[in-house]
């Protein structure tokens, strides 16, 4: 079986930082893209950032230049790191990733049970 445990999250007031981990463990094949989500309250899931096997990268427009994704491909794990945060970015955030399994033919995409982040004065 395959998990991913997020860790990290916090209360952080605006202007502060954060950084954010996700571990995959268990039978695993190989990872190809891995990603950060976030939930607000009341809101749809929306993409934060992505990274390829590759370490190609993809941010949403609120977050970029603030936020940065990184990948540890020996570990298995994928970092966020939050600069410069706002009261806005306060959400579950989740990891996912893509995981070849030793049991299955093909990927599957996996995710974190979440990691609240909380910015606030």
């Known amino acids: 079986q395959v998990q991913l445990v997020e860790s990290g999250g916090g209360l952080v007031q605006p202007g502060g930082s954060l950084r954010l981990s996700c571990a995959a463990s268990?039978?695993?094949?190989?990872?190809?893209?891995m990603g950060w989500y976030r939930q607000a309250p009341g809101k749809q899931r929306e993409l934060v950032a992505t990274?390829?096997?590759?370490?190609?990268?993809n941010y949403a427009d609120s977050v970029k230049g603030r936020f940065a994704i990184s990948r540890d491909n020996a570990k298995n794990t994928v970092y966020l790191q939050m600069n410069s945060l706002k009261p806005e970015d306060t959400a579950v955030y989740y990891c996912?990733?893509?995981?070849?399994?030793?049991?299955?033919?093909?990927?599957?995409?996996?995710w974190g049970q979440g990691t609240q982040v909380t910015i606030s004065s």
């Open positions: 990274i390829t096997s590759g370490s190609n990268t």
């Open positions: 996912n990733a893509d995981i070849k399994g030793y049991y299955s033919s093909t990927t599957r995409l996996f």
């Open positions: 268990g039978s695993i094949v190989s990872i190809n893209d």
